[in-house]
Every structure is written in structure tokens, then in C-alpha cells.
């Protein structure tokens, strides 16, 4: 247990407090509270209002989001959560997912570090929210935080507005933390390969090897490429990092991009054309992995498994493979307590 104490020289009727320990905060995207209609909109409210992720101004931007597609979208959105919900724990995928991977890693922080650490997690939208989990940290004696958005590729809509939440939530306190937020970690040999084992392992229990390996990669529009988003870039060097690992040539491998959003160009190949154009081209075995997500989601077990297996089927596809994200395999957790170590240094060795 780590105690609070009154600050040396103070007078005998000041509050103890308690300083000290180090936070290390891991954040991820987020998800709805439940899949009916009011929290499904909730969630995408605060998610399709950030204006890291669409940058259209307010005034043009928020009478088609209030008045279009809030009225609509919290139902095809809340169906498709319906599909993936954990019902025995009434929670989605996600959350679920990020407990388990929150209680290993702080069993790996606090081995080594005792009870100098505290790990917890936050979600950029919905609950528990990144001003919450930063309160909550400074109230147990936290002077230091180390935030840690659990994206090993760098992206302004992902990546960039945790961060901005976390320094949001910062402005609120009157004794402000020392804080770091960890880089994107698209090259960390370790997470290269864990994500390879998890292929080989995935192929191991197959009984045809895939004519392919599609990686399927969040999309976000062209433009934010050229603005100087390194996201595309990153993403382009772990699919070269993993190919190199995995020792295969370029037939055997390909990066696609999904979640398409609105009328604009995202980046190409789109996933869901592309597995079905695999399958028109004979590619009738194929397997997809998602290196972009630390866990699974929506966008993994929802639009993956479901929404992209049915396009590469139509079009003549025969098998169909997901391979799920590493989520809380021990070989993730040590990746993740890598990074963290790395970064705590000068504040814990």
C-alpha cells in the first residue's frame, strides 16, 4: 500500500498527500457503454465531432452529423456491436480486452517496480474516460504520468487526439503531473515479432496455406498524407519489417487499407475491394490480420470477419481466415512492458 504523507517542514494541521508514484496510463479508441440506440449515439457524437478525425468545419460538418446520420448510423452501428457484444459481461469486446491486457501489464510494472507504479486505462471516447483516469492517478500520489496510446502506427486520428485528450485532462489539474506520452512503436523488433509468431501460428493449425496474407490497415483520407501524416509510411515499414521476419516474398504478402468514412479518397487499396478483386484474380485461400489494432474491435470482428469475409465470398472466395489481434498474448504484454520501460527511464531504472 502506498501511504500518504505530510511534506517535511509543514505545519502539524496540513493534509497528508501522497506523491511520488508513476501512472502509466494505456489509451485506446474507445467504445459504447451498450448498443441501443442513446449510447450508441453518445459514442458517435463525441467520436464523429473530434475534429481530429473529421476536419470538415463545424458550421458545414455539424448539421449533416446531427441531423443525418445521428439519426441513423446508432442503429446499423449498434446492430453491428450487437454482432461482437461480450453479453456474459455486458461490455464490449474492447473493454474487455483492454482489462485483461491492463491487469498483465501492471502484474509485469509492479514485479519489477512495486507499488512506485500504477497502471490503468482510459478510452479516448466513452468510458472510462482519460479525464477521469488522470484525476484518479494524481489523487493516489501520481507526480508523473507516462500516457501510452496503444497504436503502433502514428496517426493524427488516432494517436495525436489521445494525446490531446491526455493533455486536456492535465489542464484541469491544479498540481499538474510531469507527464511523457510513448511514440508509436511500428518498428520495435519485439512487436515485429510477436506479430509474426502470431502468423506462424495461425498457418501452423491451417490445412492449406494461404494463397495470401492480406494486412488490413485503418484507413484515413489521401489528403492527410500529403499534410504529413506519417501514419501511410508506418504502416508501409511494418508490413516490410514483417515480411522480412516472416522471410517471404511479395506475392505472399499485401497491405490493404478499411473503414472507409465519406465521400473523400482514403488511402488505397480498400480491403473490401481489394479481397474481392484477390478473389476474381483465383486467390480462393486467403488470410487477414490487422497490425494497426492492439486489440480486437469493431473494426476487426465486426467489419473484418463479417462485412469484409462476405465480399471476398461473393466474389468466389473459398476460405477465409482472421487472425485475431495479439490483445493480452503474453508475447504482446511483454511488447507493451518493453515500451513502457523504455520510456520510463530517468524516471524509474
Known sequence: MFDASRPTHAPADHPQIKTGRVGILLANLGTPDDYSYWPMRRYLNEFLSDKRVIDYPAWKWQPILQGIILTKRPFSSGTAYKSIWNHDKGESPLMTISKDQTAKVAAAMQEQYGDRVLVDFCMRYGNPSTKSKVRQMVAE??????????YPQYAGATTATANDQFFRALMEEVWQPAARTVPAYFGEPAYIDALAQSIERAY??????????????????????????????QCAKTARLLKERL?????????????????????????????????RQGKKNIAVVAPAFSAD????????????????????????????????????????????????????D
Not at 481466415?321 to 520501460?341: G, M, Q, S, W
Open 204 to 233: 501452423a493449425e491451417m490445412e492449406a496455406e494461404p494463397d495470401i496474407l492480406v494486412c488490413s490497415y485503418h484507413g484515413m483520407p489521401e489528403r492527410y498524407l500529403t499534410q504529413g501524416d506519417p501514419y501511410h509510411c
Open 247 to 279: 522471410g517471404w516474398g511479395d506475392d505472399r504478402i499485401v497491405s490493404t487499407f478499411q473503414s472507409r468514412f465519406g465521400p473523400e479518397e482514403w488511402l488505397k487499396p480498400y480491403t473490401v475491394d481489394h479481397v474481392a478483386e484477390l478473389a
Open 297 to 348: 474491435c469493431i473494426e476487426t470482428l465486426e467489419e473484418i470477419n463479417e462485412e469484409i469475409r462476405e465480399s471476398f465470398e461473393e466474389a468466389g472466395g473459398e476460405s477465409f481466415t482472421y487472425i485475431p489481434c495479439l490483445n493480452d498474448e503474453d508475447a504482446h504484454i511483454a511488447v507493451l512492458a518493453k515500451v513502457i520501460r523504455d520510456n520510463l527511464r530517468g524516471w524509474l
Open 141 to 150: 500520489g501520481c507526480d508523473r504520468i507516462l500516457f501510452f496510446p496503444l
